[in-house]
């Protein structure tokens, strides 16, 4: 809990990453499934396999790749694969956009 904006380099270092390449921000949370993401998201393979599917979306309508998401995700995920990480990661995201209006 609470602000980790004076670690922010040293996190980023921890995770290989480095200020100004590409990420606005890094969002550190532990409860919930955030682990597995994690765990998903550190390995650079992964990682990069993961932002090329979510890339693959941006033509599609976001409410319909929503619920489609949804549906095929309901109750498990599969294993925490690229795929399913990044399913996950769009239905949360959505899920939250949508209730504070933004979505």
């Known amino acids: ?3 980790k904006r004076g670690y922010a380099v040293a996190i980023l270092g ?11 921000s890094v969002l550190l949370c532990d409860a919930g499934p955030w682990a597995h993401v994690w765990a998903v998201l550190a390995d650079e393979t992964r990682c990069h396999e993961v932002a090329s599917i979510l ?3 941006a033509d599609e309508d976001p409410r319909e790749l ?19 990480t990044a ?13 504070e209006g933004a979505g």
Not at 14 to 24: H, K, P, S, V, Y
Request: charged content about 25%.
């Open 1 to 3: 809990m609470g602000s």
């Open 14 to 24: 921890a995770m290989g990453l480095r200020c100004g390449i590409g990420a606005d």
């Open 55 to 57: 890339r693959g979306w």
């Open 66 to 84: 929503w619920e489609r998401l949804r549906e095929e995700h309901r109750g498990e995920w599969d294993g925490w694969s690229a795929a399913g």
């Open 87 to 99: 399913a996950w990661l769009y239905v949360t995201q959505r899920t939250v956009s949508q209730q």
